[in-house]
């Protein structure tokens, strides 16, 4: 049985084919990553996996097909987008804190070096802080599968290998 999987994914702009006739399986546990040039649909992919943009083709989650992709996106997955998706207007610990409290609350707040931002509101940060409170949101319901859209794009060197190893850390919990 495939953990997550597409059949048939077709995504088009303006009679443009982004994506055409995707199939992909992801294993049960690890990291997967996918790579290619801007503008090769990477995000789109992202996308139409989270069921956030519609296209033609099936989505799978755990050998069924996914009915409910707010349910799905709810109850088993932890997103990092691209662009943030915060709320400016809340301060760090709000944003983090906004969908439930995890028990490694503190430590991915340490992993994160977000210790010294907690009660910062998130107008006030700068891109790589905020790409680090995303992470941190996004890993803070300990989902079954971490969907992420270039989740270190805006960190610095050290940044990213502290998001990359608490990422890893997360993924050989589950092995």
Known sequence: MNFFS?????????????????NI???????VSIIGHSGCGKSTLLNCLLGLEACEGTVYFKGKKIKSFDEFRNKYTGVIFQNFHLFEYLTVKENITLFGKSKKYKQIIKLLNLEDKINKKVKLLSGGEKQRVAAARALMMTPDVILADEPSGSLDEENKRELHRLLKQMQEQYN
Request: proline share 4%.
């Open 6 to 22: 597409c059949k048939n994914l077709s995504k088009s702009f303006n009679q443009e084919k982004i994506l055409d006739d995707i």
């Open 25 to 31: 399986s992801f294993p049960s546990f690890g990291i």
